[in-house]
Nanobody, 123 residues
């Protein structure tokens, strides 16, 4: 069992930056592929990015490539999402998720989810 708690959301002006954190409970954090998703009102949950167990491989959704960076610190059981050059369309609830699969696909292949943290970007 893994519990995930996101933090770091808030209100920021367009062009600004935020860093989200996701703290995981348990001693098996290193076994999990970690992903970030977001969901805006009235829209489907969207893949933001993911990182493998070692942190050596990352993937990003097309809408955030070059602006967002995922990293993890296995010693601290934490995964991060550094968001730069934020845009109003980045406004959403951001979720972290953990998957026991080596290379998970969509949201259904993630086993554990956090409660989410709100990010609002004003123009």
């Amino acid at each position: 069992q893994v519990q995930l708690v996101e933090s770091g959301g808030g209100l920021v002006q367009a062009g600004g930056s935020l860093r989200l954190s996701c703290a995981a409970s348990g001693r098996t954090f290193m076994r999990y592929y970690m992903g970030w998703f977001r969901q805006a009102p009235g829209k489907e949950r969207e893949f933001v990015g993911g990182i493998n167990w070692s942190g050596g491989t990352t993937y990003y959704g097309d809408s955030v490539k070059g602006r967002f960076t995922i990293s993890r610190d296995n010693a601290k059981n934490t995964v991060y999402l550094q968001m730069n050059s934020l845009r109003p369309e980045d406004t959403a609830v951001y979720y972290c998720a953990a998957s026991g699969r080596m290379w998970p696909g969509g949201p259904s292949e993630y086993d554990y989810w956090g409660q989410g943290t709100q990010v609002a970007v004003c123009s």
